[in-house]
T-cell receptor
């Protein structure tokens, strides 16, 4: 079945550092890929998405590129801020299914 | 526009008791989903309603869980009787239209079974 693997956390960075959070997936067909973010005390919010190979999703300075050849969708940001501290979830939606398959999530802490 | 609302935000009950979680989707959203995150693990799909009908309930863990969506508006998820392994955060999401539409999530209900 479908699955998503995220790098182990937590991750602690200093403000303005470069961020990469790895995500790889296993799915049949051509899934859509997502990054969701959960800020402290809040629900899940869609951060960005990509629906086909080589698409790049971007939002709030974050980017991720759908790489079919490596089945990856790594999240990057050039300069993180304290306000980016949150839990980040990689997810996929496979084929005609509408349900989301999530990774375990990774906690990012950014210190001033 | 009001977002997806979940009640209660936190529930603490003893093993063997019954708990009912509620989700109010965004108005007009036909699709309603339940997900669960057990501590430190993946968020896992439980089930999907289209209006009042269960479209996919393949993720429901066992028959102690009962989900309803009478009238196609709000939904309830009842756990009876609750077991220790049911502890976690239960998320509800809703969307409008086809499967490619974005799902909007609520803040979740944190369920603690003692």
């Amino acid at each position: 079945g479908d699955s998503v693997t995220q790098m182990e956390g937590p991750v602690t960075l200093s403000e303005e550092a470069f961020l990469t959070i790895n995500c790889t997936y296993t799915a049949t067909g051509y899934p859509s890929l997502f990054w969701y973010v959960q800020y402290p005390g809040e629900g899940l919010q869609l951060l960005l998405k990509a629906t086909k190979a080589d698409d790049k999703g971007s939002n709030k300075g974050f980017e991720a590129t759908y790489r079919k050849e490596t089945t990856s969708f790594h999240l990057e940001k050039g300069s993180v801020q304290v306000s980016d501290s949150a839990v980040y979830f990689c997810a996929l939606r496979g084929g005609a299914n509408s349900k989301l398959t999530f990774g375990k999530g990774i906690t990012l802490s950014v210190r001033p | 526009e009001a977002g997806v609302t979940q009640f209660p935000s936190h529930s603490v009950i003893e093993k063997g008791q019954t708990v009912t979680l509620r989700c109010d989707p965004i108005s007009g959203h036909d699709n309603l989903y339940w997900y669960r995150r057990v501590m430190g693990k993946e968020i896992k799909f439980l089930l999907h309603f289209v209006k009042e009908s269960k479209q996919d309930e393949s993720g429901m863990p066992n028959n102690r869980f009962l989900a309803e969506r009478t009238g196609g508006t709000y939904s309830t998820l009842k756990v009876q009787p609750a077991e220790l392994e049911d502890s976690g955060v239960y998320f509800c999401a809703s969307s409008y239209g086809g499967p490619n539409q974005p799902q909007h999530f609520g803040d979740g209900t944190r369920l603690s079974i003692l």
